[in-house]
């Protein structure tokens, strides 16, 4: 029972604490992560310095990961640079956070940018013709108040970017960006993020669930620069990535901090089923257990440690619905590419042989459906000829 399980109000022992930090500190370079990473440094090496890079997967598939793996690369690639360039950084990095007024705050965003880039009296900025912003007060007593908009931080914010010259602007989250309460639109949003992009000729990563789909062709300008990077989660329906993610829960389960390490790998289904087949929630559930079991002093991680800190059913169901949308978004069917095709007046290209054959059994299933929906003896609908071309016999 749950019960039997929940964690004691004492802290448990300091060796326990150390154990479950070092498990946290873990992370399995997996096929989709290594394939996203690969693909995300491949764009940023060869795209158009103003680019926008859609970075998309579901909740808990492990992107935050993957932006720490980026960073980290990066930076190893810029060191022997670095050490004699204090001005650059390799790489900017920000979380946009979720508007607590329903509106997301650019003013927020730009001023945390600056921040990380760690850009000096950042209220004490001059505008693009280089007065204070206010009411005409030199900038050393000019403060920003609270009527300030983000549109005075977005110089700032250009010009700090260009002085910096990191490799890209990396955003996590930035499906916070599409909260909006008023009759601002969507493109008008991300008209910002693009604007930046171009005056500080940096490509902009945003990094962020399926809900970054509605950005996605906003207009043609924005389809033109936007360059996409699926992160998608483990699918038992295709061959091969059952077995794979099998190998990720025994890797895992390698890094427990057991002398005697269990094996995950006979719940693997369950950890599958609950995990949606997204290594993002599966290891932040494995941390949870782990953290109840040394609590209640076991030695080993049973079914029921895992059980206990598992999502629900309902939970699961959600995120995967949202997971099998986001996929069908995503992949071109042949019937956007035909439709595609008649618009541009050219001859339309056949199915694939799979579709094919999918478009043949529902042709198929529909002509018995006509034929049997009928009762015996009733007519087929269709219109009888009458005036000219009717034939009359004499008797």
């Known amino acids: 029972m749950v019960a039997e399980i929940e964690a004691p109000h004492s802290k448990a022992p300091k060796s326990d604490q150390s154990a479950l930090q070092q498990f946290r500190a873990v992370t399995i370079a997996h096929p989709h992560l290594l394939s996203a990473r690969e693909r995300l440094m491949a764009i940023l090496s060869d ?20 932006r720490a793996k980026v960073e980290s690369e990066i930076s190893t690639t810029l060191a022997a640079q670095l050490r004699n360039d204090f001005e650059r950084l390799p790489v900017v990095s ?82 916070h960006l599409m909260k909006m309460s008023s009759g601002r639109r969507l493109v008008d949003q991300l008209d910002v993020i693009k604007s930046i992009a171009n005056h500080a000729a940096t490509p902009h990563v945003m990094i962020g669930t399926y809900d970054l789909l509605a950005f996605r062709n906003l207009n043609g300008q924005l389809s033109r620069r936007s360059l996409d990077v699926h992160f998608g989660r483990y699918r038992a329906d295709r061959p091969g990535e059952a077995a794979i993610f099998l190998n990720v829960v025994r890797s895992f389960s390698a890094h427990l901090p057991l002398k005697a390490p269990d094996d995950l790998a006979t719940n693997w289904e369950f950890l599958y089923e609950r995990s949606i087949g997204c290594v993002g929630i599966l290891k932040d559930w494995l941390v949870q257990a782990l953290s109840v079991m040394l609590r209640r002093g076991a030695i080993h991680l049973e079914l029921r440690d895992l059980e206990a800190c598992a999502l629900s059913g309902n939970q699961c169901d959600k995120i995967l619905s949202e997971c099998i949308e986001g996929e069908m978004r995503l992949d071109e069917s042949d019937e956007s590419r035909r439709r595609l095709r008649v618009r541009m007046g050219l001859p339309e290209v056949g199915l694939t042989k799979s579709r094919r054959n999918q478009s043949s059994v529902a042709e198929m299933h529909s002509q018995h459906c006509q034929r049997t929906n009928r009762r015996p003896g009733q007519r087929l609908a269709k219109r009888d000829p009458i005036g000219i071309g009717v034939v009359v016999h004499a008797v």
């Open 94 to 175: 920000v979380e946009a956070e979720a508007p607590d007024t329903g509106n997301f705050s650019w003013r927020d965003h730009f001023t945390r940018l600056l921040d990380t880039m760690r850009e000096p009296l950042i209220n004490y900025k001059l505008d693009r013709k280089g007065k204070p912003w206010g009411r005409g007060r030199p900038p050393v007593h000019f403060e920003c108040g609270p009527r300030s908009s983000g549109a005075e931080f977005q110089y700032s914010v250009e010009q700090a970017v260009r002085f910096r010259r990191p490799v890209a602007v990396l955003i996590d989250e930035a499906q």
């Open 47 to 66: 795209a158009p310095r103003n680019s926008v890079v859609f970075v998309m997967g579901p909740t808990g598939v492990g992107k935050s990961t993957l």
